[in-house]
């Protein structure tokens, strides 16, 4: 019995152990399905997020095009006078989930002086009751998104592009202050003010994130609505506080939608240091920052460390008439791209004129007239500042300050607001002046133009060593320096009251130059040189050649670049008005592609002939066709030595940058594949410009091929090849587009039988409309440029700018006035198109020419060379005959 018990008790002790065996197995059963289901949710949220931020942070060729064409309807919806303006607008947000009235005091005082300082904006001050009320109304279905969000700092990023799409304007965080007054364009250089870019954002980190704290748009732009899109879809835990804040919603999701953006151009930048310091500063942010925020921001800044190094080593060029810095609070440094361009554009602020842009003198000369209310006379070059100039002048009272010089080796040490001075050298030949704006032991810091063409890191351009020896103190620069020049009396000089500039004197605002232009002749002189004889173009003895000032250049220079400006303005009215465009001859069904081309290939345009007349007075846009091969190979080639030849004394030729300048122009294209240069079989006349153009790709390192369109080109496989089997990616051409077009016309319009779209065969020839209409082959001299060169074009830029002095009256055509030449194009009156002959019968398209009697430079035609919008030279073309015909006109060598 005894052991039955012990038996019966070691069983149910076992039974026990098993049971508690079997509860142990369950429990590690249940925890490990537990654990794998969270290990299986981690990978599959591990890996949707992966999927997500792959897209995010991915171009995607079906999504560019969607935006493209996005963009190219809200260019058409919004086209007109006054989306070149960004709206007047200023956004802030104020969302507490602890108090939601109650803003830091420090907030509070830095939107209160932005408000003083913006009382001609509109101002919303967003709360987050404000946003509810606001969002119900419009925008009902992001409602749930916005109340989804867990942090308050989510649904602050999130409103800050809904408000921007919806209003446009600026946003500002709270925790800036403004500077200065309207913001907007205070960001902006001079030359986009006019016509405002679509969005300013400043400086973020390559790779890292985009700026918040400070944006402006226009309305309803297609980046935000490509920003407020995804806001849904990137609303997710990223497994950190900040991670989610700046994934979700914040700077690094706006990077994401930046990078999936096709259209980079649309975008300006302001450099960090021209904004924070100078036109805001910060009064104390970052109040949203949790406890893993320090970790980041540290490793991050580790990040940006290591990639600012390696700007360090190659920085970037900033391009001509872009702002590099800003010095002594308000003096804009602009870049000129190259040490050795002269752009022969002149400055002027206030009426007073500064130089050319955007050389060293020119800064010098508004640094002074800015800060000091002061100017000194025109010098030839840097360097005879040294020796020529002993004082400078104050504009508001005449009063002159002498100047001292202290040569490099002084015992006498350089001060703040003095010019440091250069002589000549092989690199500097017209030496260089700087501007000292800071004074330290060991070294100085300069501001000035000209020299390097980086953004600047601070409000200087670069830090000079200083050392004292010997008594004595020296600049040690690469370049040997003359020394330094201080005004005397400094401390009575003011910088200039520009809220006032009623008190400058009238003598120092000086109207823009009009220069002279002269034909000269050599008396019956022979010529040896059977090709200079040949490109005079005359049979005569006696030679002809024209001289103009420099004052003519600079007036050439000016004239161009500014109606170049208005041109740009033109296009994009006329490339988004439907009823306009009908009057350009080009068949609708290419609409599409000629708005593409005018958002992705503004790049490619090389070079634009712009034909203007002189009378002695003013510049007047004329329009003729002429052919480019003689004129260009003149301009660039054969006036020098011409004008060699001929033993003229002269300084330079009005040509003489052309060709390093089309050199520039064709390396900054960055092209790495085959340009493939199309020939005609009746192209003898343009032969020189193709051989010519083809030498200027071989100097700028790009391979280049000659093709004759009826043989040396086939369809493979749907793609269109060479003869050596290359496939055919960028073309350069020298057909008008009008050709193109009737091309098109005549094989896919006019013709019934190929009305359906034709198939390729291989082996077979493509047509010329294949090939420069083909949507994989891209155009140097693009699509948007037909428009420019078409007849009707100078009548809407009539329209558009009617009281210019540069651009001749359009006036409709009478019998009566014989001095007015219809450009209506017949062509276009045949075809059975009502709405056409409507518009022609009430709009006659015509140019004004100017009457010999009152004229005594209409013999003269004058064709400025545009190499990507900025005048690079000129020519001069003798027009005997009054008619705008290429056959009639002769090209002589200009010298200055």
């Excluded at 970037?316 to 602009?334: D, K, L, M, R, W």
């Excluded at 450009?823 to 276009?828: G, Y």
């Amino acid at each position: 019995m005894q052991k039955y018990k012990q038996c019966t008790k070691q069983n149910y002790n076992d039974e026990i152990q098993l049971l508690a065996y079997r509860r142990y197995n369950n429990v590690q059963r249940i925890t490990f399905i537990v654990c794998l289901i969270i290990v299986l949710f981690t990978l599959i949220h591990i890996l949707q997020t992966g999927l997500f931020l792959i897209k995010h942070f991915t171009e995607d060729e079906n999504r560019s095009n969607m935006i493209k064409l996005d963009m190219q309807i809200w260019q058409g919806l919004v086209n007109g006078q006054s989306q070149r303006k960004i709206p007047r607008h200023i956004h802030q947000i104020w969302i507490s989930s602890k108090n939601d009235e109650e803003m830091y005091e420090n907030f509070r005082i830095a939107a209160n002086a932005c408000m003083e300082l913006h009382s001609n904006y509109n101002y919303t001050l967003w709360t987050h009751r404000k946003i509810l009320d606001w969002l119900k109304i419009h925008y009902s279905w992001f409602l749930p998104t916005y109340e989804n969000y867990r942090y308050d700092m989510q649904r602050i990023d999130a409103m800050k592009y809904l408000l921007l799409f919806h209003f446009g304007g600026i946003y500002l965080d709270l925790d800036i202050k403004c500077k200065v007054q309207d913001l907007i364009t205070s960001m902006l250089p001079l030359d986009k003010r006019d016509n405002e870019p679509d969005i300013i954002f400043h400086m973020g980190t390559e790779g890292i994130s985009a700026n918040t704290d400070i944006m402006t748009a226009k309305r309803f732009h297609p980046f935000f609505k490509l920003a407020v899109s995804q806001l849904k879809t990137a609303n997710r835990w990223f497994y950190l506080y900040h991670l989610t804040i700046i994934l979700s919603a914040g700077p690094t999701f706006l990077y994401g939608v930046y990078k999936q953006f096709p259209l980079k151009d649309i975008f300006y930048y302001v450099p960090n240091n021209v904004l924070y310091g100078k036109m805001i500063e910060g009064v104390g942010g970052g109040t949203w920052y949790g406890r893993d925020s320090l970790v980041l921001i540290r490793f991050m800044e580790n990040k940006i460390w290591s990639m600012s190094t390696m700007t360090d080593r190659k920085q970037e060029i900033v391009p001509f008439n872009s702002i590099q810095g800003i010095a002594s609070t308000n003096v804009q440094a602009y870049s000129n791209e190259y040490d050795d361009f002269i752009s022969f554009e002149g400055f002027y602020v206030h009426g007073i004129y500064t130089g050319f842009k955007w050389q060293c003198v020119e800064f010098a000369r508004r640094w002074l007239l800015l800060r000091k209310s002061c100017i000194f006379e025109n010098v030839g070059s840097a360097t005879d500042i040294w020796q020529e100039l002993t004082y400078v002048e104050r504009v508001t009272d005449g009063e002159e300050f002498p100047l001292k010089t202290y040569s490099n080796g002084s015992p006498h040490k350089p001060k703040c607001d003095s010019f440091l001075i250069y002589p000549r050298n092989e690199e500097m030949p017209y030496g260089h002046i700087a501007v000292i704006c800071e004074v330290q032991e060991s070294f100085i810091r300069v501001a000035e133009e000209n020299y390097r063409f980086h953004y600047w890191s601070s409000n200087y351009a670069r830090q000079i060593p200083m050392v004292y020896r010997n008594g004595l103190y020296y600049i040690e620069d690469y370049y040997n320096i003359y020394g330094w020049m201080e005004i005397e009396n400094n401390h009575q000089l003011k910088p200039l009251d520009e809220s006032n500039i009623n008190l400058i004197l009238k003598k120092y605002q000086k109207p823009k130059p009009i220069g002279q232009l002269k034909p000269c002749f050599i008396l019956n002189k022979t010529l040896d040189y059977r090709k200079e004889k040949f490109l005079m173009q005359s049979n005569k003895k006696d030679i002809c050649y024209y001289k103009a000032d420099e004052d003519f250049f600079v007036n050439i220079s000016n004239t161009s670049n500014e109606l170049y400006r208005l041109f740009m303005q033109a296009v994009n009215y006329i490339i988004h008005n439907d009823e306009i465009l009908t009057l350009f001859e080009i068949p609708n069904q290419i609409w599409f592609r000629i708005r593409r081309s005018w958002i992705d290939e503004r790049d490619f345009d090389i070079i634009d002939p712009m034909n203007l007349r002189f009378d002695g007075k003013n510049l007047k846009l004329c329009q003729y066709k002429a052919s480019r091969g003689l004129n260009i190979l003149q301009s660039t080639v054969v006036q020098e030595k011409w004008a060699q030849t001929m033993n003229l004394d002269y300084s330079f030729t009005s040509s003489f940058q052309l060709h390093c300048l089309l050199i520039r122009k064709w390396k900054r294209l960055n092209i790495k594949t085959t340009i493939h240069i199309l020939m005609d079989n009746d192209d003898q006349e343009d032969l020189e410009t193709i051989l010519y153009m083809k030498t200027i790709m071989t100097e700028a390192g790009i391979d280049s091929k000659l093709c004759l369109l009826s043989n040396d080109l086939y369809w493979k496989d749907s793609i269109i090849v060479d003869k050596d089997g290359e496939i055919v990616k960028i073309v350069w051409k020298s057909w008008n587009w009008e050709t193109i077009f009737q091309d098109f016309r005549d094989r896919y319009v006019d013709n019934k039988e190929e009305k359906e779209e034709r198939k390729s065969v291989n082996k077979e020839h493509p047509s010329l409309t294949d090939i420069l209409l083909n949507e994989k082959i891209r155009i140097i001299e693009p699509l948007w440029k037909s428009i420019i060169n078409h007849k009707a074009f100078f009548s809407i830029l009539c329209t558009l700018f009617p009281n210019h002095s540069n651009i001749s009256q359009n006036e409709s055509l009478s019998s009566e006035d014989s001095q007015h030449i219809s450009f209506v194009n017949r062509s276009m009156e045949e075809q059975n198109n009502d709405s056409i002959e409507e518009y022609f019968d009430s709009h006659h398209i015509s140019q004004e020419i100017l009457s010999e009697k009152n004229f005594e430079y209409s013999d003269e035609i004058i064709v400025s060379w545009m190499i990507h919008g900025l005048c690079s030279g000129f020519s001069i073309r003798e027009d005997q005959n009054h008619i705008t015909n290429a056959n009639n006109l002769k090209t002589y060598c200009c010298i200055i």
